[in-house]
Every structure is written in structure tokens, then in C-alpha cells.
């Protein structure tokens, strides 16, 4: 297709010496435009820049299917759709991580307006009020629901939140070793590792409440409650053990049993994260989700990502700013604490519309279904022959049943009767992780019940 540029509205009139520059509209470099990039690298052609890649693997034929009209194509997608078994479709109790939980109804509405979406780094004050109070306002909202000083704008995800918690503690320190809990999330160990690598810094995963600090660590991170579902009594004793040894407590705790259980802030934790994804975000098929991340003022400046603040103008009117950017593109490289750069203020919006929403007596609510009809379904699995509950430890929502077979095969036999099981956390024996939240229903736990007793005969 030959493109007319002088027909292209606002089309750029340029001469490079005496040759015009014919732009394609979406590509704008012209061929000598190429040939002066080559030059300046010290290449011929543009196969140069590819000549380390093996003959064999450059450039393979694709056996690609025939181009689909814009018709074909929203068929075929709906019909691969169609073959996702999802928790809004089946009866759910698989959590690990990322939980269903109900969301208001009026979230939607709002945070899918129009200026909430389309939206995103605030740069500007003068012309992001309305941004920087919605952050401003999620940052109150996880500092009380946390107990601790100061809380950031957000962070990728849980799992993020922690690996930047735990560098931090290295920089607050001067330190070069993270101890954390092995009941911590095997996928946040992982993260932490990734994140520490890079900066040549020794993960030890330590054996929980048998931990071993010593003046090289720069904290000691738990979770709680931990990876399955348990509770620690002990909490303030580990704090008082990274304290001792001149390390940072870090908590990374589950957002709604905060509506029940006592806030991070009171049993010794520095630096608070959690996942928010269970403060109204959807489930998603595991993203996107937002990090929460709190902690004690003192460590304010070390704390990765923005800080909002609230302040006044010239006229004494209230306004909100970028109080804290610790970013390497803001600050000097070696000033700055993060490099993290996606800003998740839609799904921030989300959780803190959620929290205002319920209040603190909605949250304990949630807390309390969670917390009673997962102990009511435990109590029935326990009564099933070939079944028992490892209950000597006390447990939030989450708890793991030692099955008279492999998960893997419950969890067909369950999916075939419309229920999506539990997580298989299968070790020397059979055993699976379960979940129940206020979205249970006391039909589906009925009928979990009785498909459980099935599948094992």
C-alpha cells in the first residue's frame, strides 16, 4: 500500500539536503534515517546486529492459521474462554495467595470511570489533585489497617512488596544477609532470591521459630498467617530475637485476618507488606494486584516507591503532593532505594474504595465468615474416614487436610463435580492445602463435604 503523506493531516515536512523523507505514519525512520544509525554502531546492514543468533534460529517459519475476521476472531476467543473453569463458575476453596472475596458492587462503577482509568503517574500536581488524594487516602487506609507510620503508594504485588522490604532492611542496616521463615510463600522466597541476587546479597531460609540471627543479618522476615494458613502465638519473640541481633522485623501479612488478629505494628514489625488482592481486586487469573508496603517513620527516606502528602497552598487550601520519590530517575543512582516504576494506583484505587466501604466493623465481619465456616468445614472433613485436619497449630482461613489419596486425583474427581479443590502440598504424605472465605456458601460446603466422601471410596 503506497501512502500519500501530503494527505496525512499534520505530516511532517522534512528534507534531509536535497532528499524528502517519505514517512510511513507509525514507522517514522526512513531508510537513510537507518543507514546513519547502522554507521554510527559500526555495521553495514541490519542482518549485522543479528549475527550472533545461529542461521537455524533466525527467523524460523511459523506455521501461523489463516487471518480471522474481526467476527471469526471474537468467536474463537470467546469459545477458548469458555474452556477456563473459574471460582465465579464453580464452587471455590483454592486460595495459596490469591483469594475470592466479595466487592462491592459500587467499585466497579467507580474506579472504571474515566478519570480514574485512563490516569497514571502523577507528575503534576497542579493537574492530578484528584490522583494524589486517592493515594493519599490508600496510604491512610493500610497504615490503620497495619498500625504502622508510614505507607507507601503501592508496589507490584505482595510478593514484590517483600523482596523490596527486605532490601531495604539491608540498606537501613548496612547489612548483607536475609533470614526469612521457610512457612514463608515458596513463590515470595523465590522472589526475594531473585531480587537479592542481583545485588550479590545471601538469602537463608531458616527453619520457622528455630531461627539463627546474628549481627550479619539484615532482618528476619515471616509471614503471617504463614503458607498454610497457621497462626503464630510466638510472633512477638521473633521480633524481639531480630531486634536483639540489631535486625529488622518484617512482617508479610494477610490483609483481611487484620480485620480479626492484632495489627504487625503491636507484636514488634519494622516493615509491614501484604497482598491486596483481597481487599476487593478480583482474582484475575493472578494479576493485576497491588502491594502493600508500611513502615516505622524513622525509615521513611530508606522506603521504596512515592510517598503523597498532604499540605497546603499559597491560599491555605488543602492540596496533595509527591512528597517522596526515591527513584533512580528522580534522585541520584545512589541515593535511591528502588527502581520500581509501575505505578498501581487503578488497583490501589480498588482496595482503598473497598476499605472505606466496609469500615473496620465491615472487615471484622469478613474476617469472622472467613474464619468460622473454614473451621466449620474442617471440623466436617475431620468426621470423613481417611481424612484428618493438621490442627495443632491455630489457623486463619486456610488449613491443611491429609488425604486418603493423592490431591491430584480429589481434585479431578472434585472438578468433574464442579468444585475447584484445594492446593496440592504434598510432601511424605498426602496432603492439600484448602480455603474457605465469606463466598463459601453453606450449600457448597455441603457439598464439598459429601463429594469428598465420594472420591475417596
Known amino acids: 500500500m503506497t501512502i500519500d503523506v501530503a494527505r496525512i493531516p499534520d505530516a511532517p515536512n522534512r528534507?534531509?539536503?536535497?532528499?524528502?523523507?517519505?514517512?510511513?505514519?507509525?514507522?517514522?525512520?526512513?531508510?537513510?534515517?537507518?543507514?546513519?544509525?547502522?554507521?554510527?554502531?559500526?555495521?553495514?546492514?541490519?542482518?549485522?546486529?543479528?549475527a550472533d543468533i545461529p542461521a537455524e534460529h533466525f527467523r524460523p517459519e511459523i506455521d501461523l492459521p489463516d487471518a480471522l475476521t474481526e467476527l471469526e476472531l471474537l468467536d474463537h476467543t470467546r469459545t477458548l474462554a469458555a474452556r477456563n473453569r473459574t471460582a465465579a463458575d464453580n464452587a471455590c476453596f483454592l486460595g495459596a495467595g490469591a483469594y475470592r472475596h466479595f466487592r462491592p458492587s459500587l467499585i466497579d462503577p467507580l474506579v472504571m470511570r474515566g478519570e480514574f482509568l485512563t490516569s497514571y503517574t502523577p507528575y503534576q500536581p497542579e493537574v492530578a489533585q484528584g490522583t494524589l488524594q486517592t493515594i493519599f487516602e490508600f496510604q491512610s487506609l493500610v497504615c490503620e489497617l497495619t498500625g504502622m507510620d508510614v505507607a507507601n503508594a503501592g508496589m507490584y504485588d505482595g510478593a514484590s512488596a517483600l523482596a523490596e522490604a527486605c532490601l531495604m532492611a539491608c540498606a537501613v542496616t548496612g547489612r548483607k544477609r536475609i533470614a526469612i521463615s521457610d512457612r514463608v510463600h515458596p513463590n515470595s522466597i523465590a522472589t526475594v532470591r531473585a531480587y537479592a541476587h542481583g545485588r550479590d546479597i545471601p538469602v537463608e531460609v531458616q527453619p520457622h521459630g528455630e531461627f539463627s540471627l546474628s549481627d550479619e543479618y539484615a532482618c528476619l522476615a515471616v509471614q503471617q498467617p504463614d503458607f498454610l494458613g497457621r497462626m503464630a502465638v510466638a510472633a512477638s519473640e521473633w521480633g524481639d530475637a531480630a531486634h536483639h541481633a540489631g535486625a529488622l522485623f518484617v512482617v508479610a501479612a494477610d490483609p483481611v485476618s487484620l480485620g480479626l488478629f492484632r495489627a504487625p505494628a503491636q507484636y514488634g514489625a519494622d516493615i509491614v507488606v501484604g497482598e491486596g488482592q483481597s481487599l476487593g481486586v478480583p482474582l484475575s487469573f493472578g494479576g493485576p494486584y497491588v502491594g502493600l508496603f508500611a513502615c516505622r517513620e524513622k525509615y521513611t527516606r530508606q522506603m521504596p516507591g512515592r510517598i503523597v502528602g498532604e499540605t497546603t497552598d499559597t491560599n491555605g487550601?488543602?492540596?496533595?503532593?509527591?512528597?517522596?520519590?526515591?527513584?533512580?530517575?528522580?534522585?541520584?543512582?545512589?541515593?535511591?532505594?528502588?527502581?520500581?516504576?509501575?505505578?498501581?494506583?487503578?488497583?490501589?484505587?480498588?482496595?482503598?474504595?473497598?476499605?472505606?466501604?466496609?469500615?473496620?466493623?465491615?472487615?471484622?465481619?469478613?474476617?469472622?465468615?472467613?474464619?468460622?465456616?473454614?473451621?466449620?468445614?474442617?471440623?466436617?472433613?475431620?468426621?470423613?474416614?481417611?481424612?484428618?485436619?493438621?490442627?495443632?497449630?491455630?489457623?486463619?482461613?486456610?488449613?491443611v487436610v491429609r488425604t486418603p489419596k493423592p490431591p491430584v486425583e480429589i481434585n479431578a474427581a472434585l472438578l468433574e463435580r464442579g468444585i475447584i479443590g484445594g492446593l496440592d502440598v504434598s510432601d511424605i504424605r498426602n496432603r492439600m492445602l484448602l480455603c474457605v472465605t465469606e463466598m463459601n456458601t453453606a450449600d457448597e460446603l455441603d457439598r464439598m463435604v459429601e463429594a469428598l466422601a465420594e472420591v475417596s471410596r
Not at 514507522?27 to 537513510?32: G, W, Y
Not at 488497583?347 to 466449620?376: N, Q, W
Open 15 to 50: 528534507r534531509l539536503g536535497d532528499t524528502p523523507i517519505v514517512q510511513h505514519p507509525y514507522i517514522p525512520l526512513t531508510d537513510d534515517d537507518r543507514k546513519a544509525m547502522l554507521a554510527t554502531v559500526g555495521v553495514r546492514a541490519t542482518a549485522d546486529l543479528f
Open 317 to 399: 487550601r488543602r492540596g496533595y503532593v509527591l512528597t517522596l520519590q526515591t527513584r533512580e530517575q528522580h534522585i541520584r543512582r545512589e541515593r535511591a532505594t528502588s527502581n520500581i516504576c509501575t505505578s498501581q494506583q487503578l488497583i490501589a484505587l480498588s482496595t482503598a474504595m473497598y476499605l472505606a466501604t466496609l469500615g473496620p466493623t465491615g472487615l471484622r465481619r469478613v474476617g469472622e465468615l472467613c474464619f468460622d465456616k473454614a473451621h466449620e468445614l474442617a471440623a466436617r472433613i475431620e468426621h470423613l474416614p481417611g481424612f484428618s485436619v493438621e490442627d495443632d497449630e491455630p489457623w486463619f482461613h486456610e488449613f
